[in-house]
């Protein structure tokens, strides 16, 4: 399907053109809310939100970014919004819904290869909680989604300068958050260290 | 004295493959001597695999029917016809301003709020028993020309009284004029949506949209879809409320709470608002707009767009 089509369908209000798009994104679209709600519950609501704004604002979409773009604009936005408005703590039942999610595929015993897989993903997720929202969404549409640094600033209308920072920025917030416990970085290494190149050379 | 931290960015950047040719042999420069830089940037691998480990996840079963339903709910969204919509709500301002215009005419200096003559009492059983506006606020017009009307009647000096437009059983008894309208004009008709912040009512009376109705707790704005659209991309609004702003099509009411509401307009006490010139025009004044007519198409232009 191609998306000048699928874009025009939708401005003609043709439903079946939106079934088409959530076959489309919805993982996608859902995925992203349930990494920054951390809940099924919240996340259905800023997942279904995101399609809802897609709709209504399809005739303003001006086409200056990619359809996928947008579509990881909104998606943010809602969460967003859906976090402030009840100030929601995205952290604590998430893992519990994942885990449950999971769990209900595959109830056999873990190796323990699996366990500690599963220790990593949770400490992950755990610590994205932890982030501030705004870094929250840019990390996961840099890690998760691969956008480029441009797609994340045309999608979140930032500066490119401020994408490159935030997403810095956020990496040290969760690498400190994971090292705080020392199973997965070296604490060591969040202190302060000089880099001097000529010092080194000289070795 | 550079710190690893401040190279972080750059690291950052180097990992996401988004630094440019001269950036990159820069930081590879750095790199080579710097075991801690090349530390940091190998955390930086291990965070991106372990976010590679994450899952994408299925919607829940349902969902695209339940987004669905909830488009269903809101359909009067995409409801057509603004245009004629337009015409008619200009038409029963203008309306308004006909009745009102010549009930000054027949009693120069008779304040209608009195209800001690005929005019009154007929202004009165025609909009209903709720609160009827103070005319000498309600309603200024220029009678220098149907632009200037034009002008006027979208301005927010202009104010309708709301029990006009919500009372749907308003009678053409007695009005000759509101026969105009050709048919009671719901307020239910309109989408509208309520935003619970003060700054909204001064956006949109700074873009010059019209107080459309008003009562204890709110005041309502009548709003262009290109007003809309420009709310919508205010920082006022939550995001939600940014979905509907910049989706509609055609007119639509903004209600705001009036406790937060700093609309002067809204606010004040009516007898405040018009200044002696002001007033001078409305005094026995036969306004020039013909409801309906070709006066007011640049209403069309305004929805159309």
């Known amino acids: 399907m191609n998306e000048q089509e699928l874009i025009a369908r939708l401005r003609r209000g043709d439903e079946t053109a939106l079934a088409e798009l959530m076959r489309l994104y919805e993982k996608k679209v859902y995925t992203l809310c349930f990494r920054m709600c951390g809940n099924a519950e919240d996340a259905e609501e800023a997942a279904q939100d995101t399609f809802l704004a897609l709709w209504r604002g399809i005739g303003s979409f001006r086409q200056e970014s990619s359809l996928a773009t947008w579509i990881y604009r909104l998606a943010s936005n809602s969460c967003i919004d859906l976090l402030r408005r009840g100030r929601r703590n995205p952290s604590g039942p998430s893992l519990d819904d994942e885990e449950q999610m999971i769990d209900a595929v595959d109830t056999a015993p873990l190796p323990q290869q699996e366990l500690e897989r599963r220790e990593l993903r949770d400490r992950l997720c755990e610590g994205l909680s932890a982030l501030p929202e705004e870094y929250r969404a840019i990390l996961l549409l840099r890690e998760n989604e691969g956008l480029s640094y441009a797609e994340i600033a045309s999608a979140l209308t930032l500066e490119l300068g401020t994408v490159k920072s935030r997403i810095s920025r956020a990496r040290t917030l969760l690498r400190n958050y994971l090292s705080a416990d020392g199973n997965f970085f070296e604490k060591a290494s969040s202190k302060v260290t000089e880099c001097n190149r000529e010092e080194m050379s000289a070795k | ?305």
């Not at chain 2, 590679?52 to 709910?73: K, Q, S, Y």
């Not at chain 2, 949109?204 to 109705?213: H, Q």
């Not at chain 2, 026995?284 to 159309?304: F, H, N, W």
């Open chain 2, 1 to 305: 004295m550079k710190t690893c931290e401040d190279y972080m960015p750059a690291l950052s950047a180097f990992a996401d493959g988004e630094l440019n040719e001269e950036e990159k042999a820069a930081l590879l420069d750095h790199l080579e001597g710097c075991a801690s830089c090349r530390e940091k940037l190998s955390e930086l691998m291990i965070l991106h695999t372990m976010f590679e480990e994450l899952p994408e996840l299925d919607a829940p079963d349902g969902f695209a029917e339940r987004v669905l339903d909830r488009i269903h709910e809101s359909a009067p969204v995409q409801t057509k016809k603004p245009r004629r919509r337009a015409l008619r709500t200009l038409a029963a301002c203008a309306a308004l301003v006909l009745i009102v215009g010549a009930a000054k005419t027949m009693l120069p200096g008779t304040n209608l709020l009195g209800a001690t003559s005929d005019s009154a009492a007929q202004y009165s059983d025609t909009n209903g028993a709720a609160s009827i506006p103070n005319p000498e606020n309600s309603v200024v017009a220029d009678d220098s020309g149907s632009d200037e009307t034009y002008d006027a009647l979208w301005s927010d000096s202009v104010q309708y009284d709301g029990a006009y437009y919500s009372d749907g059983e308003a009678s053409d008894t007695g009005a000759e004029n509101a026969k105009e309208s050709e048919e009671p004009l719901l307020r239910a008709e309109y989408l509208n949506i309520r935003v619970d912040d003060a700054a909204a009512a001064e956006f949109l009376s700074t873009n010059g949209m019209s107080v459309y109705a008003e009562t204890e707790e709110s005041v309502s704005f009548l709003v262009t879809p290109a007003v809309a659209h420009a709310l919508a991309g205010e920082s006022i609004v939550t995001a939600a409320e940014a979905d509907v702003l910049s989706g509609v099509t055609e007119l639509m009411v903004v209600e705001i709470p009036k406790e937060l509401s700093t609309d002067t307009a809204a606010d004040a006490d009516p007898g405040d608002e018009v200044s002696p010139e002001e007033e001078g025009n409305i005094v026995g004044d036969t306004l020039p707009v013909q409801p309906g007519g070709e006066e007011i198409t640049p209403v069309e232009d305004e929805v159309s767009e």
